[in-house]
C-alpha cells in the first residue's frame, strides 16, 4: 500500500517538472544570481555539517549495547558490520575525514569531489549515532540542503577552485554576473529548508486537528521532555505552568502560522526579511521552553536574506565616509593581472581601485597628492596609494589592502609584526624580480577583469533546461510523499514531531539516584553521561513505569550493563552499588504551582553487581 502510494506521488514530478519550468516562474521567484551568493550558500551549510561531525559524541557509539543498534534507513547495512560500532579508532577516523571533507567543501576546494563525499560520509556518521540512540532531526535539513548543493555549481563563486582557476588563467564567471543558475541552486535550498516546516505544520493539523494549538496540549508536550533526569534544577517552563492559557494557546497559533507560513518564504522576497526572524526565535523559544536544539536551523535562517544588496548598501556607506585605496601594477605581467582579479574577489566592500600603471591614464586620476611617482619604482613593484596617509610599496602595500579585505583582517595583526614584515619584503622582492619567469604579456595583454569572461549562454538541450526545475519538483514530491505515507526511513523524514493532541493534563517525571560504594548517600545521576542519549533513557523509563506496556526487566538490564561498564574503570570509591529511579506525576492544570512538581507514583531501585 506504501509503495503504491509512492509510486502514484513519483508520477507527479514530470508534471510538475515542466509546470516549474515556466518561463514566467523562473523569472518571478527563482530570479537570478551571482556566483558569489551561491558560494556564500555553500559555505554557511557545509559549515554546520562540519559542526555536527566535529561533535559527535562517538562514545555513545562505542559503548552502546549490540541489541539496541537499528536497522535505521539507508545504513540499515552498517548493523551486520561490528566494528562500526565498537573500534574507537575506525569511528575516529570516520569523525575526522568528515570533518575534513565537509570543510574542504565549504572553502570551495576541489568541491566537485570533496561535497559529494562530504555527504555521504556525514551521512553515515550522523546514521551511524542515530542508530544507537533515536532518528532525531537535528543536523538533517542542512543535510538535505548540501545533497542539492552537489547538483550546482556552487564553487563558482567565493571558492579556492575559483581562485584557483584565475591563479592558472582560465576563465571564471565574472562576480558580479546575474545568471540564472546561481538562483536555481540558491532556491533548491531554501526549498529544502522549508518544505520540512510545511510538513511539519501539516502533520499537527492533520494529527492533531485545528485545536492542536490548545494551551493543554502545548504545555503537556513542552514539559514532558523538559525535566531533566538528574538535578532538582526544574525547566523554566515548570514555573510557568501557571500563566494564563492564552500564552500558550498564542504561542502555539504562532507555531502553527510560522511553520505552515514557512512555505511563502519561497514567493515573497517581503517575507525573507522578516520570516527568518520569527523562525530563529522559534526555535530559541523550544530551547528555552523545551531544552531541544534546532541551532542548525536558526542558522539556516541566514540564507534567505539578500545579502548581496546588504553587502553593497554597506559598501557604499563605507565608500562615502573613507577613501578607496588605488592599487598601481604592472599590467604587462600575468602573475599581476592574476593576483588583481583575486584581490578583486575578495573586495567585498569595495574599498580597492585597481590601475595598471602601463594604461594612458592621466596622473589626475591618481590620489597621490605628493611629488610624481618614479616610472621604475612602478616597474620594480606594486605602488599602493592612500589618499591622506601618502604612498605605499610592495610588501607595506599588501599590508594596506589587508586591512580592507575581510578575509584578510585575521592576518593582517601578523603581517605587521617585525620579524614576518622583514620576511615579507625579502619574499616579494625575489617574486617581483622574477615576475615576469612566470608569464609576460605585451599592450594586447588582458586586464584583470577580461579572466572573468562573460560567456554568452549557448541554447541547451532540453534535459539541461529541465534539470534545476527537475530537482525542485523532486524536493516537493518526495518530501510530501515521505509525510503523506508515514516514510520514516533515515534520511527522509515528515517531520512529524510533537504533531499529537494530547488531551492529558497531568505529566510524569523522574529522579534517578546512584549510590556509591564510598557511603550511603543518594546522589544525582544522569544515564546519559555513561550510556546513550537522554531519548532513549526516558523512553526505557516511561515504559517500564506503564501500566500498560511494563517493560521493568528491560530498564534493569539496561541501567545493569551500562553501570557495570563504567564500574570497570572507575575509582574504587566511586563505583555505582545502588541506582534508584523514582517516578512522579504532576497535574499541571490542577496544581500549576505545586513546589514539588508532583506526587511519587512509585520507583525502581537497581542493584549493581
Not at 536497522?71 to 552498517?78: N, R
Not at 526545475?469 to 520514516?488: D, I, R, Y
Request: hydrophobic share 50%.
Amino acid at each position: 500500500m506504501r509503495s503504491d502510494s509512492l509510486l502514484a506521488w513519483g508520477l507527479a514530478i514530470p508534471p510538475l517538472t515542466w509546470a516549474l519550468h515556466n518561463a514566467w516562474f523562473r523569472r518571478k521567484f527563482v530570479g537570478q544570481a551571482t556566483p558569489g551568493t551561491l558560494g556564500a550558500v555553500r559555505l554557511v551549510v557545509f559549515a554546520i555539517l562540519a559542526y555536527f561531525a566535529w561533535t559527535v559524541p562517538l562514545w555513545r557509539i562505542i559503548e552502546s549495547h549490540s541489541e539496541d543498534r537499528q536497522a535505521l534507513g539507508v545504513i540499515g547495512w552498517a548493523r551486520n558490520f561490528a566494528w562500526m560500532y565498537e573500534s574507537p579508532v575506525g569511528l575516529s577516523v570516520l569523525a575526522w575525514i568528515t570533518v575534513v571533507f565537509c570543510l574542504l567543501a565549504m572553502i570551495g576546494l576541489f568541491t566537485r569531489i570533496t561535497a559529494p563525499l562530504a555527504v555521504l560520509f556525514y551521512l553515515v556518521l550522523a546514521g551511524l549515532i542515530r542508530s544507537v540512540t533515536t532518528f532525531n532531526h537535528a543536523g538533517i535539513v542542512p543535510l538535505y540542503c548540501a545533497g542539492v548543493l552537489c547538483f550546482t555549481r556552487c564553487a563558482d563563486g567565493f571558492s579556492v577552485d575559483r581562485w584557483r582557476r584565475i591563479g592558472k588563467g582560465l576563465p571564471v564567471v565574472p562576480g558580479d554576473e546575474m545568471r540564472e543558475h546561481y538562483a536555481w541552486g540558491r532556491y533548491l535550498v531554501w526549498a529544502a529548508i522549508v518544505l520540512p516546516y510545511l510538513t511539519a505544520g501539516l502533520s499537527k493539523i492533520v494529527t492533531g486537528g485545528w485545536d492542536w494549538w490548545h494551551a493543554d496540549n502545548l504545555k503537556f508536550h513542552a514539559l514532558r521532555n523538559a525535566f531533566p533526569l538528574a538535578s532538582n534544577k526544574m525547566p523554566d517552563i515548570a514555573y510557568m505552568a501557571g500563566w494564563p492559557d492564552w500564552i500558550f494557546a498564542g504561542l502555539g497559533i504562532l507555531t502553527l502560522v510560522a511553520e505552515l507560513g514557512a512555505v511563502l518564504l519561497l514567493f515573497s522576497p517581503l517575507l525573507r526579511m522578516i520570516a527568518p526572524f520569527a523562525l530563529a526565535g522559534m526555535h530559541i523559544g523550544i530551547v528555552k521552553l523545551m531544552g531541544i536544539h534546532f541551532w542548525d536551523l536558526v542558522f539556516l535562517q541566514l540564507l534567505f536574506f539578500d545579502w548581496r544588496a546588504i553587502r553593497l548598501r554597506l559598501a557604499g556607506w563605507i565608500t562615502r565616509r573613507r577613501s578607496m585605496l588605488q592599487v598601481l601594477y604592472d599590467g604587462h605581467c600575468s602573475l599581476c593581472l592574476r593576483t588583481v582579479a583575486i584581490l578583486r574577489g575578495l573586495d567585498l566592500f569595495q574599498r580597492i581601485q585597481f590601475i595598471s600603471f602601463r594604461q594612458p591614464t592621466s596622473p589626475q586620476s591618481y590620489s597621490h597628492t605628493g611629488p610624481p611617482l618614479d616610472p621604475a619604482a612602478l616597474e620594480r613593484e606594486m605602488h599602493v596609494i592612500k589618499p591622506g596617509k601618502g604612498v605605499r610599496a610592495g610588501y607595506d602595500g599588501y599590508v594596506w589592502i589587508a586591512s580592507v579585505v575581510p578575509i584578510l583582517w585575521l592576518v593582517y595583526p601578523l603581517l605587521r609584526l617585525p620579524g614576518i614584515s622583514a620576511m615579507g619584503r625579502g619574499a616579494y622582492a625575489w617574486v617581483a624580480r622574477k615576475r615576469y619567469i612566470f608569464h609576460t604579456c605585451d599592450t594586447h595583454c588582458a586586464l584583470p577583469r577580461a579572466m572573468e569572461t562573460s560567456v554568452v549562454p549557448q541554447r541547451k538541450a532540453l534535459w539541461k533546461n529541465l534539470l534545476m526545475p527537475g530537482l525542485l519538483a523532486t524536493l516537493v514530491v518526495g518530501q510530501l510523499s515521505v509525510w503523506q505515507t508515514k516514510f520514516e526511513y533515515y534520511p527522509f523524514s515528515g517531520f512529524r514531531m510533537f504533531s499529537e493532541r494530547v488531551r492529558a493534563t497531568s505529566v510524569d517525571r523522574w529522579q534517578v539516584y546512584v549510590y556509591r560504594a564510598a557511603g550511603n548517600e543518594k546522589q544525582y545521576l544522569d544515564l546519559t553521561s555513561f550510556g546513550p542519549k537522554v531519548t532513549p533513557v526516558r523512553r526505557w523509563i516511561r515504559a517500564a513505569f506503564s501500566e500498560k506496556n511494563n517493560q521493568r526487566q528491560h530498564l534493569v538490564e539496561r541501567v545493569t550493563f551500562y553501570a557495570q561498564r563504567y564500574n570497570r574503570t572507575a575509582h574504587p570509591a566511586q563505583k555505582m552499588t545502588r541506582v534508584e529511579i523514582i517516578a512522579y506525576r504532576w497535574n499541571f492544570a490542577k496544581e500549576p504551582h505545586d513546589p514539588n512538581f508532583g506526587v511519587e507514583t512509585g520507583r525502581i531501585v537497581i542493584p549493581i553487581p
